[in-house]
Nanobody, 119 residues
Framework: QLQASGGGLAQPGGSLRLSCTAS????????MGWYRQAPGKQRELVAH???????TYVSSVKGRFTISRDDGKKTSYLQMSSLKPEDTAVYYC???????????????WGQGTLVTVSS
């Protein structure tokens, strides 16, 4: 239902853009977001964006990361700039999606994409 892509290796100070595309018989998508989990740490919310476009960020990425969405493409993006080694983690996307045959908005998760920041 959700396919994440765009991870890889970046140097400190570099940039990467993650994408997350929803597929299926979709009526609508509400909140979309990105989490990350570094080795030995708990998963944390990085950013999320509402259906109206309001974005929220964890303090450690404010000013460096930008979340956006293209509802026509059923896709969210996480533009990551000024990357730091501490940004190294597996990044997971999530979205609250309503199917055509349902009235509920369950949360779906992508498979995770690895971001490694290292020189």
């Amino acid at each position: 239902q959700l396919q994440a892509s765009g991870g890889g290796l970046a140097q400190p100070g570099g940039s990467l853009r993650l994408s997350c595309t929803a597929s299926g018989n979709i009526f609508g998508i509400n909140r979309m977001g990105w989490y990350r989990q570094a080795p030995g740490k708990q998963r944390e919310l990085v950013a999320h964006i509402t259906s109206s476009g309001r974005a929220t960020y964890v303090s450690s990425v404010k000013g460096r990361f930008t979340i956006s969405r293209d509802d026509g493409k059923k896709t969210s993006y996480l533009q990551m700039s000024s990357l730091k080694p501490e940004d190294t983690a597996v990044y997971y996307c999530e979205a609250d999606i309503r199917s055509m045959d349902s009235t509920s908005w369950p949360r779906y998760w992508g498979q995770g994409t690895l971001v490694t920041v290292s020189s």
